[in-house]
């Protein structure tokens, strides 16, 4: 018997129904803030993603040679591809560019329950602006799509590590040790954090100062402490406006100001925002994104970027634990030939009735009436249809409205009548 590989999940038909039914939803939002979509392959050239991340993403994405040696990656995310499709073919298009996205990613991940090796994003990037404005639209859109979808709770926090850079530099905190202590602020060990930084020769005031600030929600509290920082002046009051904009225009009031906020992936800078879904605890993280930098390093002309993507299963298991109710498959007409002679009579009215656009489906089986009754019922049909040959005589059907349980005698050229109100 073989298995399937480790992090990856079959889904069944009725999962399908859950997934189709949320995309959907997720696309008509996207599209309503005129973002269009785009696909990318789902393997890409492995330097695209060492690029920026250097030699040591290769352990945690799936990294292969093929037969013509060339390297390849199966891609860990989508916006490293969409801004190699912009360079090689988008790069003259009229600005902004929106675009979005749906497509399965793969990462060497433990995986755990949220966690997997395959799994889907719906992302978006926003390429050649970077407005207040429109940073708060990105922001309101991944925060809408999540509402839009259904679900209930959610945290959003918005951070900024143009500002984090600067704190970095004055207080002389060299790359290597950046790439230290950004996991401990990540993770909110702010005593570990006191301690290294007092370690680097930090006054234990300066640290203090620091640790506060990636802890406050306070604009006045975080514009108060980065306001000695002159060449961040522009970068508070763009955030600012940002933040204003959101609450005030596009009025998504539910978010906190959290400068602790430090992203994993390395191309951030600016503003930078998470969306959590408390109910799924570990992997609780739905959304991410923000603006970054990698036109420049791919040898595109500088333009601004940012973007965010959505976990796409998690948001699916954020909803069943939410309780919430998805659509179901539903048959609108099961039609049962009641013996070999009727089957040509029943597979007509069937085709007349999916012409009108309904969900119709036949007895294929040959089976007699109540076991077709039966798994009509397990289909979830609305009506079944009997084709017997004493009605056929008279131009009729037998049409039972599986609720109610109640039969009519309908005549054929009124069937369509009958589903179509
Ligand atoms: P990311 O934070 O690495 O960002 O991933 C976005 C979302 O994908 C996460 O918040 C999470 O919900 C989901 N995700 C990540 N890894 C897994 C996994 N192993 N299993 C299930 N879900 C997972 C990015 O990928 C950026 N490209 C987002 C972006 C777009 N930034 C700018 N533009």
New binding site residues.
């Given amino acids: 018997m073989f298995q399937i590989p480790r992090g990856t999940r079959d889904f069944t038909a009725e999962e399908m129904q859950k997934r189709k039914s949320i995309e959907e939803k997720m696309r008509k939002t996207f599209e309503s803030y005129g973002y269009k979509e785009i696909q990318t392959p789902v393997f890409e050239n492995l330097e695209l993603f060492t690029a920026k991340s250097g030699q040591t993403i290769i352990d945690e994405i799936y990294a292969f040679t093929d037969k013509g040696d060339r390297k390849l990656a199966l891609r860990p ?3 490293a591809p969409v801004i190699r499709f912009y360079i090689e073919k988008l790069q003259m298009q009229p600005k902004p560019l929106k675009l979005y996205y749906f497509g399965n990613c793969y ?1 060497y ?1 433990r995986p755990q329950k ?3 090796r395959e ?1 889907k ?1 719906a ?1 978006c ?1 926003i390429i050649g602006v970077n407005t207040p404005e429109s940073i708060a639209e990105l922001i309101a859109m991944a925060y809408n799509i999540i509402k839009n979808s259904g679900l209930k709770n959610t945290v959003l926090r918005i951070g900024n590590l143009n500002l984090l850079s600067f704190i970095f530099k004055r207080l002389n905190i060299a790359k290597e040790k950046q790439e230290y202590i950004t996991p401990l602020i990540d993770k909110s060990l702010f005593d570990d954090l006191y301690e290294a930084l007092t370690d680097y020769k930090i006054s234990p005031k300066d640290v203090s100062d620091f640790i506060d600030f990636l802890q406050t929600d306070d604009i006045e509290k975080i514009k108060n402490y980065i306001k000695e920082y002159k060449e961040s002046s522009d970068e508070i009051q763009n955030f600012e406006k940002t933040i204003n904009f959101l609450k005030n225009s596009f009025k998504v009031t539910n978010f906190k100001i959290d400068m602790s906020i430090v992203r ?2 390395d191309y951030y800078s600016g503003i930078v925002f998470e969306i959590e879904a408390p109910v799924l605890g570990a992997e609780k ?6 603006e ?1 930098q990698l036109i420049p390093l791919f040898g595109g002309r500088e333009t601004p970027t ?6 796409f ?2 948001t699916i298991l954020a909803l069943e634990q939410e309780k919430h109710e998805f659509p179901k498959y539903k048959t609108d007409a099961y039609i049962i030939p009641y013996n070999k002679d009727m089957i040509e009579k029943s597979i007509k009215i069937a085709e007349e009735l999916r012409k009108q656009g309904l969900i119709v489906d036949i007895d294929l089986m040959r089976r007699g009436i109540s076991k077709a009754l039966k798994y009509a019922n397990s289909i979830n049909t609305k009506k079944t249809i009997i084709v017997a040959p004493d009605e056929i005589k008279e131009d009729a059907v037998t049409v039972k409205d599986m609720k109610t349980g109640e039969q009519q005698k309908i005549k054929i050229n009124e069937i369509k009548k009958e589903f179509l109100g």
């Fill in positions: 995310e989508l916006t990462r991940d949220g966690r997997y799994f994003q992302g990037e994993g992936l993280q739905l959304c991410g994104g923000g970054y940012a973007g965010f993507a959505i976990g299963d998690r």
